[in-house]
Each structure stands twice: as structure tokens, then as C-alpha cells.
């Protein structure tokens, strides 16, 4: 009897490419802040810049440091505009290319659809806030392929804290022993779940770094490694 009883997955980077997405989102963002405010593109890579990194200065590593609309607010106060005026329509302007710019990678519903079809749970384990995870999950057509949803802001912590791996344990009533997360981040997903004791699966093309770490390149490939790995 196989004891893997769950896969955990990560979602940004893992099932779709975050980077590409958020390049759109950020290029329409520039457009939208540029024409608005009458400022050249300089002004505001910089400016915007400075605002992610003073709201991630003032906030712990939880998902409000990844929360747009903090991000927007301090842009607007740096360029001397209302917030709430113009923090809003940044944010609509930021996530509605986001994510209609978000595709799936290969295989990605199938490797999650496989999974269960073997009698798996599938779980996400991921970092940001509730309510824009459950809008890309949706747009993703994700939603009903995942038996229980962790997300940072709800555990109180966030990868590579062991703890919100430790809290994805409690809310399925698993061991660490019975489940394994995949996911791209070596950091975060790799070795946060390994100090919570779960085994891991880097979500990676690069084959130079961290020799020794289970690895693939292919969420095709997840299947055949679990059964490698004498998981199956």
C-alpha cells in the first residue's frame, strides 16, 4: 500500500508562469500610471520600485506584503496623488492583465487530474492573499481540482516558514510522510517543506544548482518520479 496520501502544490510558478503574467500587469500598470499622471516611464519604474520595497520594509513576511493595493497606496504617496483616487483604478489596471494574460503550463491540469485519479488529495499550499488566489484559481479553471486550499494569509504565515506547511498538515489530518510539495522556489517550496518534513520536488529547468534535490522540468514528469521515489 502506497503511503503517499496527498500531493501539495505550489500555484505561482509551479502550475502557471507568474513572471510572464506579471510582466503584462506591470507593463499595462506603467501605461495606465504614465498617461494618468503625465510621467515618463523612468519615474515611475523607480518610483514604483521604492514602493514595494517600503511596504515589504514595514511589513512581516505575510501575505499583506505582497497585497497590490498597499503597493498602489505608497506609489500614490510618493508621487504626491490621492490614494483614493487613483490606488484603485491602479489596482484594476495591475490584475485585470494579470490575469487575463495567465496560461497553464503543460500538463498541468492532467498532472492534477492524474493525481487524484490515483486516489490522491490535492492541496495548494501557496503565498498572497485569499481573495487574488481564488480569482487566478478561477480563471485557471483550477478551483475544483484541489480537495483544500492553504493560503498564506489565512495560515498567518508564509513560505518558506515551516510553519504554514505544518498548518496545510492539520487542516488535511495528514502526517509528513504521507504527502510531498512540488513547487518552483528552491527556498520557499523545497526546503520549507522539508523543514516542516515533508519531502519535496523542485519545480525547475535548471539543472546546475542544488545537486541531490529531486527535480523536474515537466509536471508530466511528477507521476513517474513519485513512483521513482518509491512514493506510488
Keep these: 500500500m502506497s503511503l503517499l496520501k496527498a500531493v501539495f502544490f505550489d500555484l505561482d510558478g ?3 508562469s507568474y513572471d510572464d503574467a506579471d510582466a503584462v500587469g506591470t507593463a499595462a ?3 495606465h ?3 494618468r499622471l503625465d510621467i515618463d516611464e523612468d519615474l515611475f519604474s523607480h518610483t514604483f520600485d521604492q514602493a514595494r520595497r517600503d511596504v515589504k520594509a514595514q511589513l ?3 501575505a499583506s506584503c505582497h497585497n497590490r493595493m498597499l503597493y498602489m497606496q505608497r506609489l500614490c504617496e510618493l508621487l504626491d496623488v490621492n490614494p483614493v483616487d487613483y490606488a484603485p483604478e491602479m489596482y484594476d489596471a495591475y490584475w485585470d492583465h494579470f490575469l487575463d494574460s495567465m496560461v497553464l503550463f503543460d500538463g498541468a491540469g492532467e498532472c492534477l487530474e492524474k493525481c487524484r485519479s490515483r486516489g490522491l488529495k490535492t492541496v495548494l499550499v501557496t503565498n498572497m492573499t ?3 488566489q481564488y480569482r487566478k484559481l478561477r480563471k485557471l479553471g483550477l478551483g475544483s481540482l484541489f480537495d483544500t486550499l492553504v493560503i498564506s494569509e489565512e495560515a498567518g504565515m508564509e ?3 515551516p510553519a504554514i506547511f505544518a498548518y496545510a498538515l492539520h ?3 495528514l502526517r509528513a510522510g504521507n504527502c510531498v510539495h512540488i513547487g518552483d522556489s528552491f527556498n520557499g517550496d523545497v526546503l520549507g517543506a522539508r523543514g516542516a518534513g ?5 519545480f525547475s529547468s535548471d539543472t546546475q544548482s542544488h545537486p541531490g534535490y529531486e527535480r523536474i522540468s515537466r509536471l508530466a514528469d511528477l507521476l513517474p518520479l513519485l513512483e521513482k521515489m518509491n512514493l506510488l
Excluded at 198 to 202: F, G
Design 14 to 16: 509551479t502550475l502557471y
Design 29 to 31: 500598470l506603467r501605461r
Design 33 to 35: 500610471v504614465c498617461e
Design 60 to 62: 512581516p513576511p505575510t
Design 130 to 132: 485569499a481573495q487574488i
Design 159 to 161: 513560505k518558506p516558514d
Design 171 to 173: 487542516k488535511t489530518g
Design 198 to 202: 515533508i519531502p519535496s520536488i523542485w
